[in-house]
Every structure is written in C-alpha cells, then in structure tokens.
C-alpha cells in the first residue's frame, strides 16, 4: 500500500504523484493542511511534518527521493 502525505502547493508532492502514476501504481494522498490525525502520525513515525511523506507498506521516506522509493517497493 502506497500513502502520499501532502500539502496544497507541494512541488515534490506532485512529482511524487506523478512517478506513482507513470508506474502505474496507485497510492492514497492523504493532506496533511488541516489534518492533524495526520500530522501526528507524520511526526511519531519521521519526527517532522513535511511533504511529501510517503509511506510504502508501512514504510515512511521523507520527501520525494526515487532510489529510496524504489528500495521500498522491491
């Protein structure tokens, strides 16, 4: 399973959903603005909040960094 943490105006979080998309992978984007359910799960699992946060089968890669997406989903 594949989740997208975001924000609105995130350059990397729209890289990183369209990476997903050009493998064909589907994932859940998930804001992270004005939710902070969210947030603190972010922050228990990476100690921040930032975006991207991708989690990939539980998981998390701060910010958008291909070889480290790709070592997750081999």
């Known amino acids: ?5 975001t924000t609105p105006i995130c350059a ?3 890289m990183a959903k369209e990476y997903f998309k ?3 992978l ?3 984007e ?8 969210a947030q603190k799960l972010v922050v228990s699992k990476t100690g921040m909040v930032a975006a991207p ?4 089968n539980g998981k ?3 910010g958008f960094n291909r070889q480290e997406i790709d070592n ?3």
């Open 22 to 24: 050009s493998k064909e």
């Open 53 to 56: 946060i991708i989690e990939i």
């Open 26 to 28: 589907q994932y859940e």
């Open 60 to 62: 998390f890669i701060v």
């Open 30 to 37: 998930i804001p992270l603005v004005g939710n902070s359910d």
């Open 12 to 14: 990397y979080c729209k």
């Open 1 to 5: 399973m594949i989740r997208i943490y």
């Open 72 to 74: 997750a989903l081999n």
